[in-house]
């Protein structure tokens, strides 16, 4: 029943009915990974898909020269890999936990099993699913058609959604992986923060915390509708 709880709190799931949630904890595995420990490589084999119970994974790829970028940090409640499961592939990017992670692994034969036999299992998850697809591809414009202060201001504002529409935001990753996930380098990072701050659009009461001012100016550059000073 733990376990089934637990499944409950994870959004991919928390629509299904109280027997599928229960189906998924049987099939369910725990497992626990060190910081920096790799959970799954690039090219790699395709077994199943995880769910994050605590701690914090980032996936990202590697340039031929060994360059990372992140494509998406995952928290408690965030599933990853699901997507190449349905296609029988291999992993697309490396994930590898930022602090010690508490995840459950949901095995890919077991689970295709069990969607044959539960058909409404894969329509509770198709809403969740959509939503993952819109976030990857803005993902994706972000770091080809947007500049670095827009990918920063729209990343500021996500992080307040994620994080219950406060204007304080606790930054989640150190400014050299943020910088990585919005696709520049820690310098270039440093000195658009600090136009922002200002410009009187953030403050910064410290590395890791960042509070909007101007939450009305971070949407217009965010929609390239301004541009910093």
């Known amino acids: ?6 499944i409950g709190a994870i ?13 998924l904890a049987d099939i369910a595995v725990t ?4 910081k920096a420990q790799v959970i799954f490589a690039d090219g790699e084999r395709a077994t199943g898909f995880y769910a994050t119970v605590s701690g914090r994974v980032k996936v990202y790829k590697l340039s031929p020269e060994g360059k990372e970028q992140i494509l998406h940090v995952f928290g408690p409640g965030d599933v990853f890999g699901e997507a190449v499961v349905f296609a029988g592939k291999d992993y697309p990017a490396y994930a590898e936990p ?3 992670a508490h995840t459950l692994f949901f095995p890919r034969e ?4 069990l969607i044959r036999s539960e ?10 699913l959509s939503f993952k697809l819109r976030r990857f591809a803005s993902l994706i414009e972000d770091l080809s058609l947007r500049e670095v202060p827009a990918r920063l201001a729209a990343h500021l504002l996500y992080l307040s959604t994620r994080q219950e529409g406060t204007d304080t935001l606790v930054l989640e990753l150190p400014k050299t992986q943020l910088a ?17 701050t200002k410009e009187g659009l953030i403050d910064m009461p410290d590395p890791r915390q960042i509070r909007i001012l101007d939450r009305a100016a971070l949407i217009e550059i965010a929609q390239a ?5």
Do not use: V, W
């Not at 959004?11 to 189906?23: D, V």
């Open 11 to 23: 959004p991919l799931f928390a629509r299904l009915p109280e027997n599928l949630r229960q189906k």
């Open 225 to 229: 509708e301004r541009r910093l000073g």
């Open 31 to 34: 497992r626990n990974y060190d």
């Open 119 to 128: 058909p409404d299992l894969a329509l509770g998850m198709l809403a969740e």
């Open 180 to 196: 990585s996930l919005l696709g520049t380098i820690p310098e270039t990072l440093s000195r658009i923060l600090a136009r922002m």
């Open 1 to 6: 029943m733990a376990i089934s709880r637990t």
């Open 98 to 100: 930022l602090e010690p």
């Open 110 to 113: 077991d689970f295709i099993s």
